[in-house]
């Protein structure tokens, strides 16, 4: 009888210490595992991480939540703030003269992800077809040298920005299309979505 309280009582121990471990290591889409959706050196074929872009990044990548983007968007923040951005993280890569710039935002729910994903369709009244979503998932509009690129997977809502394109906005419109299924595809790899 005595063995089996022994075994009963290593048992509910492993068992505490079993939660313990999941409990302070699941992330539930935090910004360490946001992170991960982040593009590695040469994994989109010549793109590299840009650390001059942001003095606050890390080898191209800066975790930002709701009170430091403040520091990172200018002027822009309050507006992703308002409509419920949690956290996110901003990555920034070269490509000879082409530039690319993206943040990777959770908004804790779907619903206020939507919100946002919305007001930039409202904004943005000359968007484009993506292709490959439909405009409630995804659009991508004409900048000066390059596109801009909105979607939401989710809870998480993209924006990215390509430049330096010149006269060749089809290669960035398509390469925009490419970043934004290549997030998509990585949130699904990490269970995020």
């Not at 982040?38 to 003095?55: D, L, R, T």
Request: charged share 20%.
């Amino acid at each position: 009888m005595k063995a089996v309280l022994n075994w009963g009582t290593v048992l509910v121990y492993a068992g505490i210490i079993m939660v313990a471990c999941r409990v302070t290591s699941d992330d539930d889409g935090g910004t360490a595992t946001l992170s991960l959706a982040k593009f590695e050196n040469g994994e989109i074929s010549g793109w590299n991480a840009n650390p001059e872009a942001n003095p606050k990044a890390k080898n191209g990548i800066a975790a930002f939540n709701a009170s430091d983007m403040l520091d990172m968007v200018n002027g822009g923040a309050p507006a992703y703030t308002a409509k419920g951005m949690l956290e996110g993280f901003e990555q920034n890569m070269i490509k000879g003269e082409q530039l690319y710039k993206s943040w990777v935002m959770d908004f804790g729910t779907e619903a206020h992800a939507k919100e946002m994903y919305d007001s930039k369709v409202q904004e943005f009244s000359n968007e484009d077809s993506t292709g490959s979503y439909p405009i409630a998932k995804a659009f991508v509009r004409s900048s000066d040298y390059g596109y801009d690129g909105y979607a939401i997977f989710g809870r998480y809502m993209v924006v990215l920005w390509l430049d330096g394109f010149g006269a060749n906005l089809s290669e960035a419109k398509n390469k925009t299309i490419e970043f934004l299924q290549t997030i998509e595809m990585k949130l699904k790899e990490l269970k995020l979505i």
